[in-house]
T-cell receptor, first 116, second 114 residues
Framework: ELKVEQNPLFLSMQEGKNYTIYCNYS?????LYWYRQDPGKSLESLFV?????AVKQEGRLMASLDTKARLSTLHITAAVHDLSATYFC????????????????FGKGTKLSVIP | ETGVTQTPRHLVMGMTNKKSLKCEQH?????MYWYKQSAKKPLELMFV???????ENNSVPSRFSPECPNSSHLFLHLHTLQPEDSALYLC?????????????FGPGTRLTVT
């Protein structure tokens, strides 16, 4: 059974600071996704990481994937209040063999609060 | 706007009621998913449909009954639910052909069982 662990689960940080959220997973996968969820809203796709060493950046967020270590990181640079949300990582495994559809196993999410 | 819509957005129902949740996507995707998100647990996969065929039932109680009449529509029929079924129910769709297999989520239905 694939397990996905995120840490920290809660993160309170000041504006302007840097921090990293970690996502560890238990079995081999080369597909990892980061989503953002605002309170009462749905999940918004942030990054899709498809290979070992993949790095994606968008604004103040940068995500990376190390498939050998089964680890992805989401790095926040110079945080601003607008980044306050819950961030989920999700690891893909085939829903069934040869179908082309994938089951996502989600971490518990990291609730980020950026304080002015 | 993700292109995946869900109705209703909020639903309150008694334990003896029967109701249905609807999900619709016009993104040309062929795989659709139901997830449950509650305060106590992370996102839990419930059902997977691929080209209208159910391919995954993640040990979901029979009081939840999915239906996928075509690749664009997905329903979740609810009957005799329990209070612990109160949660946010999210629908997602995914292109089967394509390199990312990214899932696109709808806004969710907030369900309260009284």
């Amino acid at each position: 059974e694939l397990k996905v662990e995120q840490n920290p689960l809660f993160l309170s940080m000041q504006e302007g600071k840097n921090y990293t959220i970690y996502c560890n997973y238990s079995t081999t996968s080369d597909r990892l996704y980061w989503y953002r969820q605002d309170p009462g809203k749905s999940l918004e796709s942030l990054f899709v990481l498809l290979s070992n060493g993949a790095v994606k950046q968008e604004g103040r967020l940068m995500a990376s994937l190390d498939t050998k270590a089964r680890l992805s990181t989401l790095h926040i640079t110079a945080a601003v209040h607008d980044l306050s949300a819950t961030y989920f990582c999700a690891v893909a495994s085939p829903a069934y063999s040869g179908a082309g559809s994938y089951q996502l196993t989600f971490g518990k999410g990291t609730k980020l609060s950026v304080i002015p | 706007e993700t292109g995946v819509t869900q109705t209703p957005r909020h639903l309150v129902m008694g334990m003896t009621n029967k109701k249905s949740l609807k999900c619709e996507q016009h993104l040309g995707h062929n795989a659709m998913y139901w997830y449950k998100q509650s305060a106590k647990k992370p996102l839990e996969l419930m059902f997977v449909y691929n080209f209208k065929e159910q391919t995954e039932n993640n040990s979901v109680p029979s009081r939840f009954s999915p239906e996928c009449p075509n690749s664009s529509h997905l329903f979740l029929h609810l009957h005799t639910l329990q209070p612990e079924d109160s949660a946010l129910y999210l629908c997602a769709s995914q292109p089967v052909a394509g390199s990312t297999y990214e899932q696109y989520f709808g806004p969710g239905t907030r369900l309260t069982v009284t």
